[in-house]
């Protein structure tokens, strides 16, 4: 009962300990250590980060109530072509809550000054669940900062989700916590939280947020930049939902046509056997994203999968 009504890859971290199929067994590389880390003060927040590998700069978000540790089974993967900048967000992990509501708009804006204050000028952003809402909010806040917008398993408004998660997602609060002391949840985050004993009161301020109707249709509209959604084809979000922001990034509304010459700029992915729960330990989830975050086509990648 308890990992049902915790939404936004909340139940990601029970299920992380448990999955063992082979579609998603993580790479067999260790994860390597980070190149650089520390906290960065935006707008209040003291943010802990994390820099990983060589190569283009790739901001990657976590999930609710997780942190950059649920990443490090697929990070290996990353870190092949990519420069990694992870980052635990407002309240989690080893980020300090604060007193300020969590807010994925006001989290995006500080995602935008963070790279900024570490000395990129841009970079391709990865969010899964929590952290793709955040990702759209700041890439729509400074479109000037994120060349390349990868959202997984992210609804655009509160509506995306199936109707029985909403009662389930105004039940988080503080009064959750002593039921969850026992949960990998609870024990990533006392492990490496600047406050453990904070934990209930993220637990009210991401209960909060949730109840409280969103709708980031403005910020989609306002995305300029190549986006990629990708969902799982048993995800939490409705695939109806799906359509409508993939529509609303200009896909899916014709016919491509013989020469792509009217294919959208921006991609979907709906990827098979997978749910949200599953979604942020998932190779091929990554798989599917690095060509497009590459620039590469996907007649180009088909070409050259054939003559291989």
Not at 93 to 105: E, Q, V
Request: proline share 7%.
């Amino acid at each position: 009962m308890l990992k049902s009504i915790l939404p936004f890859g909340f139940a990601a971290l029970f299920m992380a300990a448990a999955v063992t199929t082979p579609a998603i067994a993580a790479p067999a590389e260790a994860t390597q250590a980070a190149v650089k880390a520390g906290y960065k003060q935006i707008n209040g927040i003291n943010y802990y980060y994390e820099i990983h590998g060589q190569g283009e700069p790739l901001l990657l978000l976590h999930g609710g109530l997780g942190s950059i540790d649920m990443f490090d089974p697929i990070l290996p993967l990353l870190t092949q072509s990519r420069q990694v900048i992870a980052v635990d967000l407002q309240g989690h992990g080893r980020t300090a809550l604060g007193d300020r509501a969590i807010n994925p708009a006001d989290i995006g804006r500080d995602m935008a000054e963070l790279t900024k204050a570490l000395g990129y000028k841009q970079v391709d952003v990865l969010g899964y669940s929590f952290g793709g809402m955040t990702a759209v909010n700041m890439a729509a806040h400074a479109p000037q900062s994120v060349r390349r917008l990868v959202v997984v398993s992210a609804p655009f408004s509160r509506e995306g989700f199936f109707a029985e998660m909403l009662p389930q997602q105004a039940q988080v609060s503080a009064a959750m916590a002593p039921f969850m002391k026992d949960t990998p949840m609870y024990t990533t985050y006392a492990a490496v939280a600047p406050r453990p004993e904070d934990f209930p009161k993220l637990l009210d301020a991401m209960g909060a947020m949730m109840r409280e109707p969103y709708d980031y249709t403005p910020a989609v509209r306002a995305l300029n930049m190549p986006v990629m959604l990708i969902y799982g084809d048993s995800d939490m979000v409705r695939p109806e939902h799906v359509v409508d922001f993939y529509k609303m990034l200009g896909g899916g509304l014709m016919d491509a046509g013989w020469q792509r010459e009217h294919m959208a700029k921006n991609r979907l992915a709906i990827v098979p056997d997978l749910t949200h729960y599953e979604m942020f330990l998932a190779p091929q989830v990554f798989t599917t994203a690095m060509p497009f975050l590459n620039g590469e086509s996907g007649a180009k990648s088909w070409a050259g999968a054939v003559t291989k």
